[in-house]
């Protein structure tokens, strides 16, 4: 008796495990599902061009959202809001100013210094592939003439259209900079008003709703408001500690303009799992086309970096942030990728983790899903 319900309780146990993915497949195909539909209804598009007009907006409330909480703080030690809001803000662009005066200049130059190595660069993987080339002629019954022509080919082409366009690109840039640094100084401005005067925006939304959808709809805030918050904290330091690390060591390899690739390797890691490939693999090539022994540095010294970030900065700051599975996590990867490219990758966790925090609410409430 005791074996039969031994196994029984085992049966059951796997059959809610297989009902739980089976929910997940059916969350990830409504999803695609939707985002098919956007797309060919425009939809998608319509609602990219209302997030241009309305970023300002958009990045106010983002901002006045962030800092809140140090807000609340200052209030409760008997601060008044308008001064507690000043403090904050005056500490925000101190920083931002420290940052534009000392690391822009930096990576200004080492950016400079990485363009004029261009055509050096573009010479040294052309002549580590002829190299390459005609060790493999040396084989008996290899031939890979046509092969070596046709790359040589790719890369002479690849390293022209890269000097003749890039100060075009350049000038792009700048101009996108300046346009997103315009944005983003109105949207400060909103997001201090916003601060100031309004105590909690969602209150104000909330009592146009009916009485019965009050407590759903509160509750559903404050789940997605603990999922998103724990990670862009979480992301913020995470990447930070990145960007920091990895442009000391790059430093120390020997790689030129350490702190873009540093920057790079930062912003990148936000993505799971694949960011650091997409961050690290433009290194290795530049460190590569330097030399052999300053490639491999530069491998061995991202191999320590996300060694650290694995072991130690993802365990202690990320890793109850999101909670997801990481077959969740590739399966949004590969989704938002596909329709969006590198902004869909870095959505798509933060995304996925407020739809799984609604979903765990609502089973919490009304029990539709069984959960738990």
């Given at each position: 008796m005791?074996g039969?319900?031994?196994?029984?309780?085992e049966?059951i146990?796997?059959?809610?495990?297989?009902v739980?993915?089976l929910?997940v497949?059916?969350?990830?195909?409504?999803v695609?599902?939707g985002?098919?539909?956007?797309?060919?209804?425009?939809?998608?598009?319509?609602?990219?061009?209302?997030l241009?007009v309305?970023?300002?907006?958009?990045i106010?409330?983002?901002?006045?959202?962030?800092?809140?909480p140090?807000?609340?703080?200052?209030?409760?030690?008997?601060?008044?809001?308008?001064?507690?809001?000043?403090?904050?803000y005056?500490?925000?662009?101190?920083?931002?100013?420290w940052i534009?005066?000392?690391l822009i200049?930096?990576l200004?130059?080492?950016?400079?210094?990485?363009?004029?190595?261009?055509p050096?660069?573009?010479?040294n993987?052309?002549?580590w592939?002829?190299?390459t080339?005609d060790?493999?002629?040396?084989?008996?019954?290899?031939?890979?003439?046509?092969?070596?022509?046709?790359?040589?080919?790719?890369?002479?082409?690849?390293?022209?259209?890269?000097?003749s366009?890039?100060?075009?690109?350049?000038?792009?840039?700048?101009t996108?900079?300046?346009?997103?640094a315009?944005?983003f100084?109105?949207?400060?401005?909103?997001?201090?008003?916003?601060?100031?005067?309004?105590?909690?925006?969602?209150?104000?939304v909330?009592?146009?709703?009916?009485?019965?959808?009050?407590d759903?709809?509160?509750?559903i805030?404050?789940?997605?408001?603990?999922?998103?918050r724990?990670?862009?904290?979480?992301?913020?330091?995470?990447s930070?500690?990145?960007?920091?690390?990895?442009?000391?060591?790059l430093?120390?390899a020997?790689?030129?303009?350490?702190?873009?690739f540093g920057l790079?390797c930062?912003?990148?890691?936000?993505?799971?799992?694949a960011?650091?490939?997409?961050?690290?693999?433009?290194?290795?090539i530049?460190?590569?086309?330097q030399?052999?022994?300053?490639?491999?540095?530069?491998?061995?010294?991202?191999?320590?970096?996300?060694?650290?970030?694995?072991s130690?900065?993802q365990?202690l700051?990320?890793?109850?942030?999101t909670?997801?599975h990481?077959?969740t996590i590739?399966?949004?990867?590969l989704i938002?990728?596909?329709?969006?490219g590198?902004?869909?990758?870095?959505?798509?966790?933060?995304?996925?983790a407020?739809?799984?925090?609604?979903?765990?609410?609502?089973?919490?409430?009304?029990?539709?899903?069984?959960?738990?």
């Amino acid at each position: 008796m005791r074996g039969n319900k031994k196994n029984l309780e085992e049966l059951i146990s796997s059959s809610k495990k297989l009902v739980k993915l089976l929910y997940v497949i059916f969350i990830i195909l409504g999803v695609y599902v939707g985002i098919l539909v956007f797309n060919a209804l425009g939809i998608g598009k319509f609602l990219l061009t209302l997030l241009k007009v309305l970023l300002p907006l958009f990045i106010g409330i983002l901002i006045a959202w962030l800092f809140k909480p140090l807000v609340a703080k200052l209030q409760a030690k008997g601060m008044r809001r308008g001064l507690a809001c000043s403090l904050v803000y005056i500490l925000f662009i101190g920083i931002i100013a420290w940052i534009l005066f000392t690391l822009i200049p930096l990576l200004y130059n080492q950016t400079n210094d990485l363009i004029n190595q261009i055509p050096t660069i573009s010479n040294n993987v052309q002549e580590w592939v002829n190299n390459t080339f005609d060790k493999l002629e040396n084989i008996p019954g290899v031939s890979a003439d046509d092969v070596k022509l046709s790359l040589m080919a790719k890369l002479q082409t690849f390293g022209n259209e890269l000097a003749s366009s890039l100060p075009e690109k350049i000038v792009k840039i700048a101009t996108s900079f300046i346009s997103g640094a315009g944005t983003f100084f109105l949207g400060l401005i909103i997001g201090f008003f916003i601060l100031v005067s309004i105590d909690n925006p969602l209150e104000a939304v909330r009592d146009f709703l009916p009485k019965k959808a009050r407590d759903t709809f509160e509750g559903i805030v404050n789940s997605i408001n603990g999922a998103a918050r724990s990670f862009i904290s979480g992301a913020i330091i995470d990447s930070t500690l990145v960007f920091v690390v990895s442009s000391l060591l790059l430093w120390i390899a020997g790689l030129k303009a350490p702190l873009l690739f540093g920057l790079f390797c930062g912003i990148t890691n936000v993505i799971p799992y694949a960011g650091p490939y997409i961050g690290g693999a433009p290194a290795v090539i530049v460190g590569l086309s330097q030399g052999p022994l300053t490639g491999l540095l530069v491998l061995i010294m991202l191999v320590i970096i996300q060694t650290l970030e694995g072991s130690f900065i993802q365990t202690l700051i990320m890793s109850k942030s999101t909670k997801l599975h990481p077959v969740t996590i590739i399966m949004g990867l590969l989704i938002f990728g596909h329709f969006w490219g590198i902004i869909g990758m870095f959505i798509s966790t933060p995304l996925i983790a407020a739809v799984k925090a609604v979903l765990i609410y609502l089973d919490e409430k009304y029990k539709i899903f069984s959960f738990k």
